[in-house]
């Protein structure tokens, strides 16, 4: 960090790499390897996350972020004619500038929850209606479920709440994709229930983010239902997400899945996530959810807020009401045990009960 | 390279990255800017890339390939009953899996010459066809122009062919686009009258290559024609095309074009080139066509390439005869002076004339 | 009606036209017209329309349905980064089969009334919170509203609503389109506002339903901003909706705007259907909302539907609770005074207050 | 005809339906139907066409044209990543403002031969190239096979031609597909071989026109391969092709189907088309290819042409060279014994060998 800037709690992926990756890319700089993701670093990181998958009949893709991910898997899964069902605060429903729509697909919403979650009765209640028009051709298919874990304001599906979605998607013929984008997060969490093995087990599809979880860039996109591998990765492709030089995808990941890096790197921002919210709480402030994970949406008075902003940066998420704002404080690999002593400090000194 | 890897001469993407950019990604890594491309870094590789088309008064945009920066571009400004009209070799036409159909415009192609390219009375005359047509709202409208420079075979464009296109563009309100995955390697060549400067002002937009140009990944498309750039920037991020780490690219931008890089690179590559090429007609090879940048087709006797190929890797382009193949020996910032000049000599030993 | 059938309260477009319209395609039917909607019953159709608008400077193209009018007109005048505003009932959001993404593009809901209308401050709320977004890159772009007039339930907005709505889209750029497939109805009804040139005036585009208004099929499509012409007139065939007898329906609509036709085929059918309205409220049955068009949702008993169901057809809304259905009595250009005074007959003898 | 009026032979569309239609439709006019193609007359068509085909086991669908008969069907069957093989002269290729690009999906043109059709060997050959491309997934995958019966100028395939057609493309896993625009006049034909239980055989799908040959509107699908009926009775309404008066559709091809309506009508065509080959080739002039069907191709001298313009309309091909210009002359079911003489002693008079 530079010494003229605040001390930075916005967001977690302002900071590069993790060192141990961006040293790989060195390390293997002049391995000459075969293109578009058919490498052997590609291969060596699938073959770990397999491992971590305890399953070798799944297939994943490298892809360059979590839209395209999202994008191409959805897509490459939904005939015209049908959608994918998701939280109304779903990345997808709000936060993709419609990527979903834009490949021809509708995106039904179903009321999330304070947590960001819905839940298998909201699935199965909407599919029956859609069953029983008489005009159901008039209607867009609901062919699948997109949920996030952890949720988008970091919260956790318990392995009840998935198992019952994966049974109300199995009866009724739908998909179900979970998006990953801060999965380390949840892996790391004490509280997390849902296991890499257990998404393998219950989803037709998720991808483990790299972005937001240490790498440069990338994401991986497991696939347990096979039916749908080749139709994906063939998208790749058109859908303007084939890197010619895939290799560095396939090292990074290598990296994150050796000595157990993906979760070492996202416990330690856990804690001091934790450590965060305790102080939050401490001081009085309201927490917009109980989160596990890196993200604390806290609700803080507009006057401390503008107070710490001259030391630090956050996240604005949106007005609380007319005295307070809710704001983000966001941990990553890349944040240091000072600046959260400093911050919980700091925020000790602005109790407000 | 590994010891046991034959001498890599197939393409010019497959050791990952310049060290100075590799070096850049390390120094900048702790540095938290804000995301999506709006970062220092990105900031200041657009102005030095400014610098370069000597022209203030143009947008950029970094996107992480060549295919997602012709989809993004083209059906940004396209309308839905409009197409690009292309080489019939030309990149979009053959090798990105309809990306462009893929968003709901025809690539209407042109018959190239041998050395890839197509001129201004083709345009002209298919567009004037168009015009003449009473029944043209029952076809699609041909609305731009897209090439290559250097071609798909490594030919240049002359000047004066350039500003011939750009007039038939103009007169007919056709936009004209310019691919410029290997632009660097044109650039460094003396036989190159295509200045950034002239592409600049002669096209509605370009991109420079990077990842064919000594990066990990990125591509710079530059839009002159500024009525477009409100338009392709809103259409990165459903396009899946906007990296959180947007700064990646900027770094390495950055790097190429400080202290001439970017060409110095290049021209190292062309130098090695053009040496081979001189081999191969010495000792008897025609080559495709005359190529002066980095990548050469040789067509060679079947018998002679299978030697070869035990201790070198080629990229095979296709069949040319029953006897012969034809090939594709590629230079890069990677290629060493060691594996040139042995590759001569074995190239010489087996003289056909 | 064959004597086995029930008496027909269903829907508008079950017969298949009103007589005059069938006689006209008759005595035109040996007349040799140029093809694809430029022959002259459409244009002598088109100046019809525009008298009706009292306006010279709108453009107007026949389509074969309502659903091909709203995807067309929507799709041309979208950006790929763009989306509809549209009332939660909106036709739509709701019956289109996605047909608005199936191009491309989100609709964007917005809460309907139980009238199923939105009003100004809805528009201007989600418009202003979506320009005060600093991450609106990511967003949608609303671009534009989406209404029915009548609604989707039979009522009609006020011209004061309708000026509301027009001048926040004027305000922030938006387009503001009226799906006219009931159009007649309103035109028809007493307590409508909305006039045809009031429509022209205030809407970019709105359409004028032929199909459940006594034509075979078609839609006049009025387009006040003429900005759009172009791109709606070509984007007519490669969506699949260029007849290339467009006479067919340009001899329709010349007779359903002459001597009134349109308005007066409406009148018959909503002085039925508010005499039914009529009788089902004093038999205490409640109505889903006022409707003074030709759609009555009526809120009854599930044993007295039973009952009715064996001598009419009506259409089976939905469920309003356990013990009762809503249903829809529509009337239509071919429904009879004697059906009509034998329902009310009936009606009266169940009487449940 | 109006007496001032030319005498047409421009196309095969001007007049608006054969009387026997317009009267079905008259006498049906008061039957209340369910809406959407689900009603009886449909039914009774579908079954009707299902004798034709010989075959219980099609699956048929009305639809309103040919470019959405095409659009429907392709873009139902194909995969995002896929594409169609067509001659460069099919009218999907050409004259559909790039229908099915707008969908997605790339057309694949092969060189037609001069009577506008591609063989069997030709589709081969391009399958095999893309199956052994080692970077196939850079192409778009070849799905199935678009060609015209007759094609666009009148010619005929014949049995065996079609038969090996069906044999590549069932090797190959690609569908078969063929458009009957003009399908009655090839069934008309003393030459043709192919006939509708061939068709339902050797095709997936096909469509037997009816604009073209007879009907207001309206084209019937004919799906054999059903696999694919699910996609594709889905795909109409999103795709803005289902009519609420879907009943239009049905009285109408019930009518055609009677009492051998579709190919007397059609006969009658092709037999004043014989006769007016007959008198251009013995006057002199040359025909574009031999077409036994009811459009001819003749190459007609410019000064002769601007004669004959002023007492007949004939539909302007192309130009031949700088004396001639190729023109159509095309007959129809409106067509009349006197004019069809009345051409022919013109024609005579006009003689140039």
Chains 1, 2, 3, 4 share one sequence.
């Not at 239902?225 to 492709?237: A, C, E, F, M």
């Not at 806290?298 to 030391?311: M, R």
């Not at 009401?321 to 404080?329: A, G, K, L, Q």
């Amino acid at each position: 960090m530079n010494n003229n800037e605040r001390i930075f709690f916005a967001n977690d992926y302002a900071s590069t790499a993790h060192p141990k990756l961006l040293q790989a890319l060195v390390d293997t700089n002049f391995v000459n390897t075969i293109g578009y993701g058919e490498d052997r670093y590609c291969n060596e990181a699938k073959e770990l996350i397999k491992k971590e998958c305890n399953n070798e009949n799944v297939d994943i893709f490298f892809l360059v972020g979590g839209t395209p991910a999202n994008m191409i898997f959805i897509s490459s899964v939904l005939k015209s004619y049908q959608g994918v069902i998701s939280p109304d605060t779903g990345h997808i429903a709000t936060h993709e500038t419609g990527s979903i729509e834009s490949r021809g697909h509708k995106v039904i919403t179903l009321r999330a929850n304070k947590e960001g979650k819905i839940n298998a009765n909201q699935i199965s209640s909407y599919y029956d209606k859609y069953k029983n028009d008489p005009n159901s051709l008039h209607v867009v298919e609901p062919s699948g479920v997109y949920i996030s874990h952890p949720t988008e304001i970091g919260a956790l599906y318990t392995k009840e709440e998935l198992i019952d979605i994966n049974r109300v998607c199995s009866v009724n013929g739908l998909f179900l994709y979970v998006d990953g984008a801060r999965l380390g997060y949840a892996l790391a969490s004490e509280k997390n229930e849902i296991t890499i093995p257990l998404l393998a087990e219950l989803c037709d599809a998720f991808y483990i983010g790299g972005t937001k979880c240490g790498a440069l860039l990338g994401e991986a996109l497991v696939i347990s239902n096979r039916s749908y591998t080749h139709d994906v990765h063939y998208n790749i492709k058109p859908n303007g997400g084939l890197l010619a030089k895939g290799k560095i995808l396939g090292v990074q990941f290598k990296e994150l899945f050796t000595d157990n890096l993906y979760i070492s790197i996202c416990k330690n921002a856990n804690d001091f996530a934790q450590e965060i919210a305790k102080t939050c709480k401490e001081v009085g402030f309201r927490m917009l959810c109980d989160s596990f994970t890196n993200q604390q949406f806290v609700i803080i008075p507009k006057t401390i807020l503008k107070e710490l902003e001259k030391k630090y940066e956050f996240a604005i998420w949106e007005q609380y009401d007319s005295e307070n704002m809710i704001i983000r404080i966001c941990t990553s690999w890349a944040t240091t045990k000072e600046s959260v002593e400093e911050l919980c400090l700091d925020l000790k000194s602005n109790r407000i009960n």
